[in-house]
């Protein structure tokens, strides 16, 4: 799961950059939102979690584990593609809003879920 989680936030970081260089060539820093969110939500937090799973998690085979890895993924998939859309203007925010918000409560179970995940495996210690 750590080498799951590392590559993820690898790829994550490279399109943050992508879209960072884009802005500062373009002068244009509209997506300036989506760009810390692709760059702390995805790229950091998933960095995190697999540092997790390397040095704490003992159960990083388990159901709930696979569980929170794809909540997490799924919830800053949307959340991020969300964001760009909003901040693009190729999307209402009336329309928008409540799948940002779902996008939200989804990277938010997954935190909640990894808390749960580090408690049990501290638990057998």
Same mark, same amino acid.
């Given at each position: =799961?750590?080498?799951?989680? *590392?590559?993820?936030?690898?790829? /994550?970081?490279?399109?943050?950059?992508?879209?960072?260089? /884009? =802005?500062?060539?373009?002068?244009?820093?509209?997506? =300036? *939102?989506?760009?810390?969110?692709?760059?702390?939500?995805?790229?950091?937090?998933?960095?995190?979690?697999?540092?997790?799973?390397?040095?704490?998690?003992?159960?990083?085979?388990?159901? @709930?584990?696979?569980?929170?890895? /794809?909540?997490?993924?799924?919830?800053?998939? *949307?959340?991020?593609?969300?964001?760009?859309?909003? /901040?693009?203007?190729?999307?209402?925010?009336?329309? @928008?809003?409540?799948? @940002?918000?779902?996008?939200?409560?989804?990277?938010?179970?997954?935190?909640?879920? =990894?808390?749960? @995940?580090?408690?049990?495996?501290?638990?057998?210690?």
């Amino acid at each position: =799961m750590d080498r799951k989680y *590392v590559m993820s936030s690898f790829i /994550y970081a490279i399109l943050g950059l992508l879209l960072g260089i /884009y =802005m500062a060539a373009s002068h244009n820093h509209g997506q =300036m *939102v989506t760009h810390a969110h692709i760059m702390l939500a995805a790229f950091v937090v998933s960095f995190i979690y697999g540092l997790c799973h390397r040095l704490w998690l003992t159960n990083s085979s388990s159901a @709930l584990s696979q569980i929170q890895f /794809y909540v997490h993924q799924a919830g800053i998939l *949307v959340l991020v593609v969300g964001l760009f859309l909003l /901040y693009g203007n190729l999307a209402a925010p009336e329309m @928008l809003d409540p799948i @940002l918000a779902l996008a939200s409560v989804a990277v938010l179970v997954g935190m909640i879920l =990894m808390m749960v @995940l580090f408690m049990i495996s501290g638990q057998s210690e």
